[in-house]
């Protein structure tokens, strides 16, 4: 008969197989191992038999084949007990999901759509709202209808507000009570079209929305999609601290920028992309877009001489797609997927669960006021701004051509925050 004892955790008594099965995912084989030696042997009555065997079973379900042998792993594992005394795993916290309400302004577009579709599956979402125009060709309510027929726990509805009429007139019910908006309202840049042409077009689309939401949903964490990123962000979390509210509350996602450096890494190193992370600072548009590939286990082994051709292949990733889709369209899909990804990184740190992220928001980690590096995702939205950590040569000198185009892009948004303000 194969000793039992006590987990501690739940009070039931366990085989060593059970329990390196029900730990198994979790923590390491030889924390699993350390942590069997501080449980106490179980006394074996008939009666705890009885009432502790429906309970092991459960967890011996998790898994169908246990490799861990108990036997020879005693030895090791008695030797590393004392040492290992911190690595006691502790059964992880199962948090329930969360019941988050997220809107999508411009959901009737071209990355509105598919990114809907992805909140829609989110574990977190339970109420999803579709806004946009009443010029938009496809109407908010048809695509909330579509939305509406997958097996998932959020329901959906659509919100239609008038063109050249402001938001705020349209959003009550949409806003209020939200947690997440998610902004891709506004237009694509054309091309010939200068950033700052398409800044002035977009930042006011962006300052009805982000006035709306100032008035129903305060409290709400606002995904800033809408390009020009690197100036409407500082424009609209500018007007939000003038209005007394909280400008890391306003966030620019740069998502799509680690995406495509992860997915060129994996391409170029022959890894899986899942276990690339490399991190993207600076700006969100061409050389403000720095990827920090000596900072990723599988990006560090880029050949030096690749490096410069890797980094530009980043930064012309959004030209490539524009120029595929014969200047029809930039890129809707991918955005979609990495605005996803980013709402469902916000939604799970609103949970409990904390995140790391890449995002571009105010930040005091350069000389610049706004700056796109690493930031914890938690209760609050951005609960921390992470330093950029070390940079190798060719990192340090791009951050300053990074810093000297940005700032000027910065100063746009500052001045459009200095001339108005939020109703
Ligand atoms: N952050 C990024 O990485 C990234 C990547 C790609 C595109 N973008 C930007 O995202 C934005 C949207 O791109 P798209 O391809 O989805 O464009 P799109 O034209 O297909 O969709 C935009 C949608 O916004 C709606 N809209 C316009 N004004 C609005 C308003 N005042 N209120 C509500 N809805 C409004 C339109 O009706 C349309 O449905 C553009 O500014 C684009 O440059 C950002």
């Not at 329901?155 to 997440?180: A, D, R």
Request: overall charge positive; hydrophobic content about 40%; glycine content about 8%.
């Amino acid at each position: 008969m194969a000793e039992r004892r006590v987990d501690p955790e739940d009070g039931a008594t366990y085989t060593w197989d059970e329990l390196s099965q029900f730990y198994n995912r979790k923590y390491k084989k030889k924390e699993i191992e350390a942590y069997w030696e501080t449980c106490k042997p179980a006394k074996r009555t008939r009666k705890a038999k009885a009432e502790e065997e429906p309970k092991a079973k459960a967890k011996s379900k998790a898994k169908a084949k246990v490799k861990a042998k108990a036997e020879a792993a005693e030895p090791k594992a008695k030797a590393k007990v004392k040492a290992k005394a911190k690595a006691v795993p502790k059964a992880k916290e199962t948090k329930p999901s969360g019941n988050f309400k997220v809107v999508v302004c411009g959901g009737c577009g071209g990355i509105g759509q598919p990114m809907a579709l992805l909140m829609a599956m989110d574990k977190n979402v339970k109420e999803l709202c579709i806004y946009d125009l009443d010029i938009s060709p496809m109407p908010p309510a048809g695509v909330a209808q579509d939305l509406i027929h997958l097996e998932r726990k959020c329901s959906v509805k659509g919100y239609v507000g008038k063109v050249n009429e402001p938001p705020v007139n349209f959003m009550e019910e949409c806003l209020t009570g939200c947690h997440l908006v998610l902004i891709p309202a506004g237009l694509p840049r054309k091309p010939g079209q200068t950033r700052d042409d398409l800044f002035k077009i977009n930042a006011d689309i962006a300052k009805g929305i982000v006035e709306a939401c100032a008035k129903y949903c305060p409290e709400a964490i606002l995904a800033m999609i809408v390009n020009p990123v690197n100036s409407i962000v500082p424009a609209m979390a500018e007007l939000y601290k003038k209005k007394g509210l909280d400008p890391l509350k306003i966030i620019g996602v740069s998502t799509l920028d680690v995406v495509r450096a992860n997915k060129f890494v994996a391409e170029e190193t022959n890894k899986n992309p899942n276990y690339i992370s490399v991190p993207v600072i600076g700006g969100h548009a061409g050389a403000t877009i720095l990827p920090v590939f000596s900072q990723d286990k599988a990006g560090k082994l880029l050949p030096a001489e690749k490096v410069p051709d890797m980094d530009k292949h980043v930064q012309d990733a959004g030209t490539d797609v524009v120029n595929a889709k014969n200047g029809k369209g930039s890129a809707t899909l991918s955005m979609a997927y990495a605005g996803a990804r980013f709402g469902s990184a916000i939604l799970s740190g609103l949970s409990g669960r904390k995140r790391t992220e890449c995002a571009y928001c105010a930040s005091t980690v350069t000389d610049l006021p706004y700056f796109a590096q690493k930031v914890v995702l938690g209760a609050t939205g951005i609960e921390k701004v992470l330093p950029l950590g070390e940079l190798n040569e060719h990192e340090t000198k791009r951050l300053e051509e990074v810093k000297t185009q940005l700032k000027g892009e910065i100063d746009t948004g500052l001045a459009y925050a200095v001339a108005n303000s939020l109703a």
